[in-house]
């Protein structure tokens, strides 16, 4: 016994419906892509960008402080009242605002400590009007400690469209006894947060002038013992100060800060006043003066503020000691150009879609997942290792974006899909085999494929007396009695209902689902139909009607399998092939061998077990050179000839 041998049909690799619908997802990712590189070059995600960054500030935590630098604050205890080493209530002599001995007193000390350097975090751009000798007294004390800086602000002003600087200047007692002036302006991002400050502050024309450098640049310069004033290269977008080399990023410097409000070393104000602490503390050490009390409110949002209540909690004096110390160290945050992240927003996006284009819904989230964790991975590493600020929120939003709109599309695809496979399929085969096809569609190719099947072929006998004896009405009635008892049959073993032929039933086994036993349920098929149309005529004989005959014959081989027909008018779901052919030839042989159910040698293989045969000697038949072998059904095995079989012929 052989089996059906397969044909050696060429077939097309791909499905040319698949490959459409992929070339639309494809086309669709592109639109989605380049939807992201438009909403960044607009800015709708700088938002998200600097709150990344501050992420990525509280993933790396508090670095070491590298500026030998301290604060003396100007604190609520030095304001309002402290409790000293006994417990009792201690007050400064005066309520504030200060007068500016207080600030001379201060100087002597942290001079007489050994401070290398006095840094002033507040504006004198007024003279005192409690005591103007004050002012020649604080001057008299910073001209001794010699290393005394002070800060001017610039004011912006936009007059009729002419631009122009306003410069608080400092007071003269103090502008003849300074050791350096520079200015602090202060501009927070578009979030509201601290993240920078101008080196050098930019003149009325909106370009850096090295006639007015930031106040901390001042104090490096002192520090590194620089003499020449800095400058700025307009084609390098970069400020040199000595062999230094500042890099701007729009003519700011980000500031890389050290940590939450309070890293920095600081003291309150009244115990350098009254020296009521270890003054070798400040030995060798820039001491910054400057605000933190609440009252005073020169404080502001960092990357380390607590965000969740929306209060500013860093002060200013010491956002700038961590500017200094950005400066001091040269840890700058490097920024890449222009170019890097639109070109990774679309070489991310276009990562994604590649690699999720033919994987379903949950695989192609755990690759989108990877590429998002690997990413984010990449640009905190870079962020700790090296400072390097990565564009995050945009190479993000280019892979999740299209892979959730792709899904989103192709989520609605399938779902008519379901609703078209199991509108055309419900007609043919059982709800089981529907389910199973909506649950693996890859087991199906509606575009075509190559499947080896069992097809049965039935047809009825007599039908023209049938419709001489009966009305029009009584005729459709009992072939409609006829059909839907031989369709459940076929449906009940897993068939396929292929068609209708006028009052012929053409159905499959094996398509459109591979099933290996194809064979047996098919010829199962066969015999239960025979029995049940036994059951009928017994019935149709009581009411006085005409009896109905079938033929049935079957034929396994290798047929072409797939959707077929007109794609605007009628398509259906069907079999081809000389395989189909031979089935049809075996039915029609039943009328010339009298017989009932006729099969061929591929169907009988294997299913020995099953029936009990009669084996014909080789008929001829239409389409094929050679005779071809048939066999009778005539039961079931084991219980020899049926009734419905007739007599042995």
């Given amino acids: ?235 390098e977008n970069v400020v040199h100060l000595g062999d230094r080399v500042i890099p701007l990023q729009q003519q700011s410097v980000d500031i890389n800060y050290i940590g939450p409000a309070g890293t920095v070393p600081t003291v309150p104000f009244h115990d350098v006043y009254f020296s009521t602490m270890d003054m070798g503390f400040f030995k060798d050490k820039v001491v910054y003066i400057g605000s933190t009390s609440e009252i005073l409110k020169d404080k502001w949002l960092t990357p380390f503020s607590n965000t969740s209540g929306g209060t500013q909690d860093f002060p200013g004096v010491e956002a700038r000691v961590n500017f200094l110390d950005t400066l001091w160290s040269q840890q700058y945050l490097h920024h890449l150009p222009l170019w890097f992240e639109p070109l990774s927003v679309l070489l991310l996006g276009l990562l994604t879609i590649l690699l999720t284009l033919r994987l379903a819904a949950v695989g192609g989230l755990m690759v989108t997942l990877l590429i998002s964790v690997a990413w984010s991975l990449g640009v905190l590493m870079a962020f700790e290792s090296g400072h390097w600020v990565l564009p995050w929120v945009g190479p993000l939003v280019a892979v999740i974006f299209p892979f959730a709109g792709l899904a989103i599309y192709r989520g609605v695809g399938e779902e008519k899909d379901s609703r078209r496979t199991r509108q055309m399929f419900s007609k043919y085969v059982s709800k089981q085999i529907v389910d199973e096809i909506l649950r693996n569609p890859d087991t199906v190719k509606l575009g075509g494929e190559l499947k080896e099947t069992t097809v049965l072929f039935s047809d009825v006998r007599g039908f023209t007396a049938l419709s001489e004896r009966l009305s029009a009405p009584e005729v459709v009635e009992i072939l409609n009695e006829y059909l839907t008892a031989m369709v459940d049959i076929v449906i009940a073993n897993d068939g396929t ?125 239409k389409g094929k050179d050679l005779p071809i072998e048939v066999i009778e059904v005539v039961g079931w095995k084991g219980q020899g000839r049926a009734t419905w079989a007739g007599p042995l012929s």
């Fill in 1 to 235: 016994m052989t089996r059906a041998k397969k044909p050696d049909l060429k077939r097309g690799k791909t499905n040319p419906t698949s490959r459409a619908r992929r070339k639309r997802v494809l086309m669709l990712g592109l639109g989605l892509i380049l939807a992201v590189l438009c909403l960044d070059a607009l800015g709708a995600f700088d938002l998200l960008e600097y709150k990344s960054l501050d992420a990525r500030f509280r993933f790396r935590g508090p670095r070491p402080l590298q500026v030998p630098a301290v604060i003396v604050a100007i604190d609520d205890s030095s304001l309002n009242g402290w409790l000293d080493a006994s417990g009792q209530n201690q007050y400064m002599p005066d309520r504030w605002t200060w007068p500016r001995d207080f600030y001379a007193r201060a100087v002597r000390n942290l001079s007489a400590a050994g401070a290398r350097l006095i840094a002033f975090d507040v504006s004198y751009s007024e003279s005192s009007k409690r005591n103007p000798g004050q002012d020649a007294d604080f001057g008299a004390a910073a001209k001794e400690a010699g290393d005394v800086f002070f800060i001017e602000r610039v004011d912006p002003r936009n007059l009729d469209g002419n631009h122009s600087l306003k410069v608080e200047t400092l007071i003269p007692p103090l502008d003849a006894a300074k050791a350096g002036v520079g200015f602090v302006n202060v501009a927070p991002s578009g979030d509201g947060f601290l993240r920078s400050f101008e080196p050098l502050i930019r003149d009325s024309s909106g370009v850096p002038d090295p006639d007015m450098p930031n106040a901390d640049l001042v104090i490096l310069r002192q520090l590194l013992g620089i003499k020449g004033k800095p400058s700025y290269d307009s084609s």
């Fill in 497 to 621: 209902v292929d068609k209708y032929v006028g009052d012929a039933i053409m159905a499959v086994w094996g398509s459109p689902l591979a099933d290996p036993q194809h064979r047996r349920k098919a010829l199962r098929t066969a015999v239960q139909m025979m029995e049940a149309l036994a059951g009928l005529q017994a019935r149709w004989a009581v009411q006085g009607r005409p009896p109905l005959d079938i033929g049935i014959g079957l034929n396994t081989g290798f047929v072409v399998a797939g959707n077929m027909g007109h794609p605007h008018f009628k398509m259906d779901y069907t079999v081809i092939g000389d395989s189909v052919n031979l089935a049809a030839r075996m039915e029609t042989a039943n009328r010339e061998l009298g017989t009932k159910i006729l099969i061929t040698q591929s169907v009988y293989q294997g299913c020995e077990d099953l029936v009990e045969v009669v084996h014909h000697p080789s008929i001829k038949v």
